[in-house]
């Protein structure tokens, strides 16, 4: 009996020696390695938003692919949605941008969401940002299947130049009928506080013109000729 009170005095004994020597490893091993259930504070919030996601671009661009999710716009000949098209285009003039010439660019979607057209969400990303210019990308539909051609749409005097520039761009690339620059009562270009265009790139509804537009030859060309447009309205 004596013996067993022994070695349980003497284990807690050892036990109680044994507590410095842990604190100190401990500290010694974990002393830089934060804690994960440690909460950010505001100003650690905010430093890391600015180091992480704040970037000053010397412009700022909001590329809008038309349509998106239930609202699929225009249905071509085959059956092709207008809002992959756009989508897939804009996808290409957004990298262009970023990448080749370091825009600040940013697309009003980037899968294939819907937007409200009722709460104004295009316009109101391009406001929210105070963008320097704004490009809705868009493609027509006609019940004759013949009618064919490329038309660029802005709203007030303060848009028509940067319409004009992108239109001449465009439709070199393009190759279409040309249909001119016309002032369009739309939302996304009413409702924006920049220059605004929205651009009518070809008709789906025509066999041989939804072909070509869906293709990636025609999408890379017409990209280059949109970015071309923006950075000669930009640096004028």
Do not use: C
């Not at 939804?210 to 000669?232: K, P, T, Y």
Request: avoid cysteine; charged fraction near 25%; charge should be negative.
């Amino acid at each position: 009996m004596k013996k067993r009170w022994y070695i349980i005095i003497s284990t807690i004994i050892l036990l109680i020696s044994l507590i410095p020597i842990y604190k100190w490893y401990n500290g010694s091993l974990f002393e830089n390695i934060p804690d994960v259930n440690m909460e950010w504070t505001n100003e650690q919030i905010s430093e890391r938003t600015f180091e992480e996601e704040h970037i000053e671009y010397k412009y700022k661009v909001v590329i809008d692919p038309g349509h998106g999710g239930s609202d699929p716009g225009a249905i071509g000949f085959s059956g092709s949605y207008e809002k992959d098209f756009t989508l897939s285009l804009s996808t290409k003039v957004f990298k262009l941008l970023t990448e080749k010439y370091q825009i600040g660019a940013t697309m009003t979607r980037e899968g294939d969401q819907h937007l409200s057209s009722k709460t104004k969400d295009r316009p109101n990303i391009a406001n929210h940002l105070e963008a320097d210019l704004f490009i809705s990308i868009h493609a027509n539909i006609f019940e004759d299947s013949t009618v064919t051609g490329t038309e660029t749409f802005y709203y007030d005097e303060d848009s028509k130049s940067l319409a004009d520039i992108i239109h001449k761009h465009v439709i070199e690339a393009t190759g279409y009928h040309d249909r001119g620059v016309k002032v369009g009562n739309f939302f996304v270009l009413k409702d924006t506080e920049m220059p605004a265009a929205l651009l009518e790139l070809g008709y789906l509804t025509n066999q041989e013109q939804e072909e070509d537009m869906l293709s990636e030859s025609f999408q890379n060309r017409v990209a280059l000729a949109i970015v071309e447009g923006i950075i000669e309205y930009l640096e004028q």
